[in-house]
């Protein structure tokens, strides 16, 4: 079993940044892909970035594209979600999760570990 735990959620204005944070730990051998999903109030689970536990393949919701970046902390086992020029739209509750399949990044159903999420607020 892999854990996953989140960190770094909070309450930001239009324009600002955060920066969430993934630790993974347990049997990490298994994974091979740390993505990055959110829930928005009263919506379903949407993806929303990801990354292989190498780190050679990323992947973005196009809504996302140039103002978050993923990234990987090799020695840590850390995944940070950088978010940027962040909009009113970026609220809801952020997942990381993983899988140790290596087709389908965006689908949620592969995804069979899950962290407790954590709470992003952009205000306007």
């Known amino acids: 079993q892999v854990q996953l735990v989140e960190s770094g959620g909070g309450l930001v204005q239009a324009g600002g940044s955060l920066r969430l944070s993934c630790a993974a730990s347990?049997?990490?051998?298994?994974?091979?892909?740390v993505g990055w999903f959110r829930q928005a109030p009263g919506g379903n689970r949407a993806f929303v970035a990801a990354?292989?536990?190498?780190?050679?393949?990323?992947d973005y919701l196009d809504s996302v594209k140039g103002r978050f970046t993923i990234s990987r902390d090799s020695a840590k086992n850390t995944f940070d979600l950088q978010m940027s020029s962040q909009k009113p739209e970026d609220t809801a509750v952020y997942y990381c999760?993983?899988?140790?399949?290596?087709?389908?990044?965006?689908?949620?159903?592969?995804?069979?570990?899950w962290g407790q999420g954590t709470q992003v607020t952009v205000s306007s």
């Open positions: 347990g049997r990490t051998s298994s994974v091979y892909r």
């Open positions: 999760a993983s899988t140790g399949r290596a087709n389908w990044p965006r689908l949620i159903g592969v995804y069979n570990n």
């Open positions: 990354i292989t536990w190498s780190g050679g393949s990323i």
